[in-house]
């Protein structure tokens, strides 16, 4: 499966996307495709040492956020579904997490930043 964005600058120390690049328009976000089939996947084209796997996600307290956003995708399911490459993911902080700085505490969620 393809990676679904224009460009992309990866970074293999942290094994996240440095940014992604999509083209998106009226006719991306108007079709019928949909998450539900979809399963994340690692890029096998990246070293085994340098790629983002799903363990590195597991019990992190981190979601794999998508830097291109499937739902910009709706027009083709295989697009959809090549959005769940972990190449193109990022951590993602879930609702209620609280986040602890020095001298500062923010709590993310219902509340907003």
Avoid at 25 to 34: S, V
Avoid at 46 to 66: A, C, K, M, Q, T
Wanted: aromatic share 10%; proline share 4%.
């Amino acid at each position: 499966m393809a990676i679904n964005v224009e460009l992309q600058s990866y970074n293999a120390e942290h094994r996240v996307p440095n940014w992604v690049c999509e083209r998106i328009n009226k006719d991306t976000l108007t079709q019928n495709a949909t998450r539900k089939p979809c399963k994340f996947f690692e890029d096998k084209t990246i070293d085994e040492l340098f790629r983002s796997r799903l363990s590195d996600y597991r019990n992190s307290g981190f979601d794999r956020g998508h830097l291109a956003a499937a739902g910009n995708h709706s027009y083709d399911q295989d697009a959809v579904c090549s959005t769940f490459n972990l190449a193109s993911m990022g951590p993602q902080v879930t609702e209620d997490i609280v986040v602890v700085f020095p001298l500062v505490t923010w709590r993310l969620g219902l509340q907003g930043i």
